[in-house]
C-alpha cells in the first residue's frame, strides 16, 4: 500500500496589528474564527501537530490541540518571513518587490528565498520523520505562500495577496515526496482544487 503524507497548512486567524511580530495577538474576530479552523479539522485524523513559535499562529490551532488532547510541537523554522528591524511604510510595495526579486530584503530582514530554504529543511524533515501520517502545520501566509509556490508556480504574487485569514490549505505528497494535490478548504467548507 502506498503512503500519502498530507500537511494541513492552517494560516492563522485575522490578528490585531502590533509592532511585536512574535507576539502579535489575535483580533477578537480572530478569535471567533478559531472555532471555523476547529469545526474543519475536526472532520479529519489528525496525527501531528506542528506550529510556528508565533503567537498568532500557536493560538490558532489550539482549540483543536485542546479538543484531542495532543501536543502542539513548536519548529523555530516554521516562523514567518523576518521583514526588517523598522517599520515600514509602504508594505505593498516591499512584497511586490519581494515576489518580483526572491533576493530582494531589507536591512535586517529576509529574502522569500531565505524563508522557502529554511521553510522547505523543516517541511522535508517532517514528512521524512512522518511518512503516511496526516499533519496539521500552524503557519503564516508569506511562509504559506512561498512554500506553496516552490510547488506550484501560478501560486504567485497575486495568489499570495488573496490567501485569507485563516485559510486551510492541503498539501499531499506521495511516497517519493512529490506533491500529488493541493487543496483550500474555505471556512464554509467548500474546496478549491490549486494542483
Known sequence: MKKITELIMVRHAKVN?????????????????????????KKKEIDLIYSSPFKRAIDTIKPYADFKGME??????????????VFIDDFDSFANNQWKD?????????????VRERGLKSIESIIRDNRGKRIVIGTHGTFLGVMLNHYEKKCDYRFWRKIKMPAIISIKYNENDE?????????????????
Open 17 to 41: 496589528y502590533t509592532p511585536d511580530d512574535r507576539k502579535r495577538a489575535l483580533s477578537k474576530e480572530g478569535e471567533n474564527q478559531r472555532q471555523d479552523v476547529l469545526n474543519i479539522l
Open 72 to 85: 502542539i510541537n513548536i519548529i523555530e523554522n516554521l516562523r514567518e518571513r523576518k521583514i526588517s528591524d
Open 102 to 114: 526572491f533576493d530582494y530584503k531589507l536591512n535586517k530582514g529576509e529574502s522569500l528565498r531565505e
Open 179 to 195: 506533491v500529488i494535490s493541493i487543496v483550500e478548504t474555505e471556512m464554509n467548507g467548500n474546496t478549491i482544487v490549486i494542483k
